[in-house]
Structure formats: structure tokens, C-alpha cells
């Protein structure tokens, strides 16, 4: 199957400062999204993002398909950012539709 | 437009025992997923299910069992409990399940083994 790969594990930012998160796969995949883990669990939709770039507030991703990585970026970081980013991946043309997740990347940002 | 919904959101239940999670997908959305996820194994998927067939199953013990019915909505139960089985349980609806669609999760059942 599919294998996610996310970096860094763990980052300490200084409010206000502005991180880029990365995602690489090791296969073509047509369905990339990238979530925010709420201190409750839930998973937050961020972008749905197989290629292209797009942009949300403070918030921006890129994925350049061919090279098998994706990018989040975060602008100006706040406190409510901390949590955990997860990348997740899948490929229905294979016949599967189960979303392959990374082990995320834990944020915390610091007043 | 209402979000994926999950019942119960916490559950404790003995070793043995048996348990059922149920997942309401966004309204019009007929593809649903169940996910496990644990501190030691991560976010791992258990099943999808789309016009009440199970089209996909992860690599789990046939314990895991789950359906879909007609509006949708889907169970998936746990027979036999085992410690190991605690985790939190998360539920993804999707808009038609015939193409890479964009998955909305809910907000999750923790199950508790003791």
C-alpha cells in the first residue's frame, strides 16, 4: 500500500512565526487531504488538495503530484493552531477508497 | 447542512463484552468509512462501505464487523473486547464513493476496554 511520510514529528513555534509542514507518498495518488486534530479528536478538513495550490486564510498548501510531496503552510501562527496536522492519501484507482494517514506533525505554538 | 454524527461519544465496556458504534453520514453522502485510531498504531482504516456494501475491509481481526443500511447511516460493532481495542473510532461520509471525494469525518467514539 500507499506509505505517508510527514515532517518534522514535533514543532515549537513563537506566536506570530510561520512553519511549513511537508508530505511525501511513495505512489500516485488522486485524493490528498490535510486535517487539524482538535484537542477533542476531531478531525478538521483543512484542504482537499491532489495538486495544485490553494489558500485559506492564514493558511495554504501545495501539492506538486508528480514529485509525490505536499506542503502546508501556516502564516502567522496562533495559539489555536497547536494540535496535530495530519496528511492523508489514497488512490482510487486502484479500487481503493481508504484514506492512508501519516503519523502527523505536532504543533504547538507558545504566547 | 448538518455534519457526520456518532453515537455514543464515550463508551466504557469490559473485556468480552460486545459494542456498537453507529455513524450518520452527511445528509446525500452514501459512502462511509470507519477508522481506528490508537497512540501506537496511528489512524488505520477498518472499512468502507457504499449502497450498503462493504467494499473495502483493512487488516483487521474478523471481530470488526460493520453495515450500512439504506439511509446511509452505518454500525460498526466489536465483538469480544479486547484491551487493545481501545481507541478512538472515526467515522468519514463522502459525496458518492465513485471517485477520489473529499472525506468529512465526525467527531469520533472513544472506546474504553477495561
Known amino acids: 500500500g500507499i506509505q505517508v511520510e510527514q515532517s518534522p514529528p514535533d514543532l515549537i513555534l513563537q506566536e506570530g512565526a510561520n512553519s511549513t509542514l511537508r508530505c511525501n507518498f511513495s505512489d500516485s495518488v488522486n485524493n490528498l487531504q490535510w486535517f487539524h486534530q482538535n484537542p477533542w479528536g476531531q478531525l478538521i478538513n483543512l484542504f482537499y488538495i491532489p495538486s495544485g495550490t490553494k489558500q485559506n486564510g492564514r493558511l495554504s498548501a501545495t501539492t506538486v503530484a508528480t514529485e509525490r510531496y505536499s506542503l502546508l503552510y501556516i502564516s502567522s501562527s496562533q495559539t489555536t493552531d497547536s494540535g496535530v496536522y495530519f496528511c492523508a492519501v489514497a488512490n482510487s484507482g486502484a479500487g481503493s477508497y481508504q484514506l492512508t494517514f501519516g503519523k502527523g506533525t505536532k504543533l504547538s505554538v507558545i504566547p | 447542512k448538518a455534519g457526520v454524527t456518532q453515537t455514543p461519544r464515550y463508551l466504557i465496556k469490559t473485556r468480552g463484552q460486545q459494542v456498537t458504534l453507529s455513524c450518520s453520514p452527511i445528509?446525500?453522502?452514501?459512502?462511509v468509512s470507519w477508522y481506528q485510531q490508537t497512540p501506537g498504531q496511528g489512524l488505520q482504516f477498518l472499512f468502507e462501505y457504499f449502497s450498503e456494501t462493504q467494499r473495502n475491509k483493512g487488516n483487521f481481526p474478523g471481530r470488526f464487523s460493520g453495515r450500512q443500511f439504506s439511509n446511509s447511516r452505518s454500525e460498526m460493532n466489536v465483538s469480544t473486547l479486547e484491551l487493545g481495542d481501545s481507541a478512538l473510532y472515526l467515522c468519514?461520509?463522502?459525496?458518492?464513493?465513485?471517485?477520489?471525494?473529499?472525506?468529512?469525518f465526525g467527531p469520533g467514539t472513544r472506546l474504553t476496554v477495561t
Open positions: 468519514a461520509s463522502s459525496l458518492l464513493g465513485d471517485g477520489p471525494y473529499e472525506q468529512y
Open positions: 445528509s446525500g453522502h452514501r459512502s
